[in-house]
């Protein structure tokens, strides 16, 4: 596997920055991620629903009712883009706001009846693109991609636990 160098920036277009890129698991797992991303959402549309407003209903029907920062953490995702998606779904009545109990500031976002019922007939990303992901693996290949991707996965939560609170 290519090995970073110590300059900072992207290496000049063409062949050899090519090869350095595809030699790096990170391009790879990125584009993987990019086009299951594009499939799922163009799987969706048939239901008028991106997979990120699909997470949102799935949040709040796993965990009820949640105001905006909750939803940004268990998302992952940038305040602005929640409040984006928590907009266009309430626009279409698949969630409501309200004011928080304590705090008339806080907006608390649930799913109605009819964002209830759309979520319970979409399929899931893993229905949607899981067959197609892992299509020509064995179970063998497919057992070993999720062992090494849960240890990258924790290799990089370790790291950002310690970056945190300052460790190094």
């Excluded at 109990?101 to 649930?110: G, L, P």
């Excluded at 399929?123 to 999720?146: D, F, M, N, W």
Aim: proline fraction near 4%; include cysteine; aromatic fraction near 4%.
């Amino acid at each position: 596997m290519a090995q970073a160098s110590s300059q900072h920036g992207p290496l000049p277009p063409g062949r050899r920055r090519q090869e350095f890129l595809e030699a790096q698991p990170t391009y790879w797992l990125k584009r993987c991620y990019q086009a299951l991303r594009r499939s799922v959402d163009q799987d969706l549309r048939g239901y008028g629903l991106t997979l990120s407003q699909r997470d949102v209903l799935l949040a709040l029907w796993e965990n009820g009712p949640m105001d905006q920062t909750d939803l940004r953490e268990r998302l992952g995702l940038e305040q602005s883009s929640v409040s984006r998606l928590v907009e266009g779904l309430v626009r279409r009545h698949l969630v409501e706001l309200t004011e928080g109990e304590k705090d008339r500031r806080v907006r608390v976002a649930s799913l109605t009846d009819a964002g209830r019922s759309l979520l319970m007939h979409t399929p899931g990303s893993s229905e949607l693109g899981g067959a197609q992901l892992v299509a020509g693996l064995t179970q063998a290949e497919q057992r070993e991609l999720i062992r090494l991707l849960q240890h990258c996965t924790d290799n990089l939560t370790r790291h950002s636990v310690r970056t945190v609170r300052g460790d190094q």
